[in-house]
């Protein structure tokens, strides 16, 4: 069955996730790290995506972007990704793939899932139990909308400057809103839309969206099926 192209479309947030190759570490230290956000802000700016949020764990990396020009997302997370196994290899003396395939992606429903999608990824390295509080891991945007730090690769979304009318009453905000979690139904909805790539939304947004792209953005067909087809009988 022939794999169906990625839902990108210029202007809506998209979740992320690109993983290691038989679940083995993409980051072998902090040096690694941060050639990864080195390479993220670089091409990120140059291809034109706004980096919302991110999180690099030890095998995988979640990121949440909005791609501002077409064929912005896979140009930039293609040479991300080249540049960074090319450097990953030479500094640590191997060879060939790091990744597991392609990167998958989700479109998501900005009022309803934007942040909550910022919450999720904040909220990795806490699922993981690598740490207590979100704010316990550096490798994260979440430091930036709480205030701790300024990273330049980071782009807020319109979503959080609402959150409040001064620096300080939006960061506290954003960090109730990431302390309250998400709800495990969140949870398998956010990864499971990415790792199949379909879109998520409610069905006004899927119905919109689908009528801006030929590509599917759910799965199965929309509609009833064929009125030539006869009934499925079921066993009792």
Known sequence: MARLPRLTVTDYPHHVILRGNNRQDIFAGDADMRRMLRLLEEHSLAQGVDV???????????LLVTPRRERALPLMMQAVGRSYVRAFNLTHGRSGTLWEGRYRSALIQTDRYLLTCMAYIDLNPVRARMVDLPEDYHWSSHGHYTGREQQRLITPHSLYWNLGNTPFAREATYRELVMAGISEQEQRELTGATLSGWALGDAVFLDGL??????????GRAGRPPSNLSPIKLKS
């Open 52 to 62: 919302h949020a991110y999180v690099l764990m030890s095998n995988h990396m979640h």
């Open 210 to 219: 689908e009528a801006q792209t030929p590509r599917r953005a759910r799965p």
